[in-house]
């Protein structure tokens, strides 16, 4: 069986992969023909991230999930990172950070999530989750397996980030040609080394394979056109994860997702050093309408003495972080925070709209919360304390579609509402 297959001098060691492999070779996928050269993209790059594996472990999902030898992990491979020495910890324990509300105080009140393939098992220290890649979902990545875990770009970042102005007429601009849109409470400042939030986690129906509906912390810095930004929070990406489940997600750009960064681990850039959290992985339970609320807490903060942007997951795991080699501007400093919702879809600023939904697909419903929101929202500016920004502004780029609310009067702490079903009698 030592026999090369597809012409490209491919060997397998036995009868099922070669089966699998050839019916690759000479089938199709989606009902479009896959090419030779692309099956082989496909098998290397399954193979470089999978040799390093110690232990496997299959969750209900479907997933599988390789604890990986966390000095083999994928970030390493960054020619910025080739050097790079691995930030076990943060110089600091950002749960002792002064915070400026009673509120923060009462976590213990609130229901968080969970993974689903935790229940299957863990993997062991000095070893990381990452989400095993599935060979179907890179065969139908574009026209190159490199292009796997992008984001298609924008022609326009939909938030103007230039210098940190607050002029909210530069939000007023025309959105024709966007492939994604947001509703967002969004903050500028001169100084973010910080963003937290509690983000009701939903399941948004999603109408096509190659759209997607997210909920998120975002961070960013430069120009409208190059713009950086880190993200977290969950999603729904049927190209990327190969289902609709909402799932824990991070991401990262230096040139407004034209060639640089990607979600999760599918790109060399952050550094995991969690045992226990897998981005990409399914989130459990998640909310249903008029039942428990179920969420997760993103903080994203900047290590003062090494730079990193360290990302927390639920006030006390500290999954990894994206090293400042990464960026320009945000090795420094974000001068833009935002919080809340984006849909991508190639059928968005005009008809007819996408159906996919944003949040829950309802529009924000502050007295019953069964729309998408945000609450505890902090940022970290120069001072030593977490605290809700001094100016925000809630923003949409189609509000027929997917609208944004703010609440900040007879509350306790400020939330904001976000979400919509995208298609509609108002949104044709």
Same mark, same amino acid.
């Given at each position: ?16 992969? @070669? ?23 496909? #098998? *290397? ?5 999978? *040799? ?6 299959? =969750?209900?999902?479907?997933?599988t999930i390789d604890c990986t030898d966390i000095y083999k992990q994928p970030a390493l491979e960054h020619p910025a990172l080739r050097n790079h020495t691995i930030q076990m910890t943060p110089s600091y324990? !950002? ?13 213990? %009140? ?23 890649? *599935?060979?179907?979902?890179?065969? $139908?990545?574009?026209?190159?397996? #490199? ?6 770009? %924008? ?44 983000? $009701? ?9 190659? #759209? ?14 190059? @713009? ?15 289902? *609709? ?7 990262? +750009?230096?040139?407004? =997702? ?7 681990? +599918?790109?060399?850039?952050f550094v995991q050093t969690s045992h226990i959290i897998a981005l990409g992985a399914a989130i459990h339970p998640i909310s249903l309408p008029g039942q428990l609320p179920y969420q997760i807490t993103i ?6 003495? +090494? ?15 994206? !090293? ?7 090795? =420094? ?8 919702? #984006? ?16 949040? =829950?697909?309802?529009? !924000?419903? !502050? ?26 502004e809630a923003y949409s780029d189609e509000y027929n579609c997917y609208e944004a609310y703010y609440v900040s009067d007879y509350v306790e702490d400020p939330e904001f509402y976000y979400g919509g079903p995208? $298609? ?5």
């Amino acid at each position: 069986m030592g026999k090369s297959f597809c012409s490209h001098g491919l060997k397998f060691k036995d009868m099922v992969k @070669f089966f699998r492999v050839l019916i690759i070779c000479y089938g199709v996928v989606n009902g479009k023909t896959v090419s030779r050269q692309k099956v082989l993209e496909v #098998e *290397r790059r399954i193979n470089r991230i999978s *040799r390093h594996a110690v232990k496997s472990i299959q =969750s209900a999902d479907g997933d599988t999930i390789d604890c990986t030898d966390i000095y083999k992990q994928p970030a390493l491979e960054h020619p910025a990172l080739r050097n790079h020495t691995i930030q076990m910890t943060p110089s600091y324990d !950002p749960s002792e950070t002064k915070t400026m509300s009673k509120w923060d105080h009462e976590v213990s %009140s609130v229901i968080v999530t969970s993974q689903l393939w935790q229940k299957s098992g863990s993997c062991p220290k000095g070893t990381i989750p990452i989400r095993r890649i *599935r060979r179907s979902d890179l065969l $139908k990545a574009g026209n190159s397996v #490199e292009n796997y875990g992008k984001k298609k770009p %924008s022609f326009l970042h939909q938030v103007a980030q230039l210098n940190g102005s607050q002029n909210s007429d530069l939000l007023q601009m025309n959105h024709s040609g966007y492939v994604n849109q947001k509703a967002i409470l969004v903050a500028y400042g001169y100084r973010f080394l910080g963003a937290k939030g509690d983000i $009701k986690v939903w399941n948004p129906y999603v109408e096509s394979d190659d #759209e997607y509906s997210t909920s998120e912390v975002c961070l960013a810095s430069g120009p409208n056109h190059d @713009f950086e930004s880190i993200e977290a929070g969950w999603a729904v990406n049927p190209s990327l994860y190969g289902d *609709r489940h909402s799932r824990l997600f991070a991401y990262w +750009t230096a040139d407004a =997702s034209k060639t640089t960064g990607c979600f999760d681990l +599918t790109c060399p850039g952050f550094v995991q050093t969690s045992h226990i959290i897998a981005l990409g992985a399914a989130i459990h339970p998640i909310s249903l309408p008029g039942q428990l609320p179920y969420q997760i807490t993103i903080y994203i903060f900047k290590d003062s003495n +090494t730079g990193n942007w360290w990302l927390q997951y639920g006030e006390r795991i500290n999954i990894g972080y994206w !090293p400042p080699e990464l960026f320009r501007d945000l090795s =420094s400093q974000a001068v833009v925070v935002e919080w809340g919702g #984006e849909v991508y879809s190639s059928k968005l600023g005009h008809a007819a709209h996408t159906a996919t939904a944003m949040g =829950s697909g309802n529009f !924000p419903e !502050p007295d019953w919360g069964n729309s998408g929101w945000i609450k505890r929202m902090r940022i970290h500016d120069n001072s030593a304390a977490l605290k809700f920004p001094d100016w925000v502004e809630a923003y949409s780029d189609e509000y027929n579609c997917y609208e944004a609310y703010y609440v900040s009067d007879y509350v306790e702490d400020p939330e904001f509402y976000y979400g919509g079903p995208g $298609k509609n009698y108002i949104c044709p």
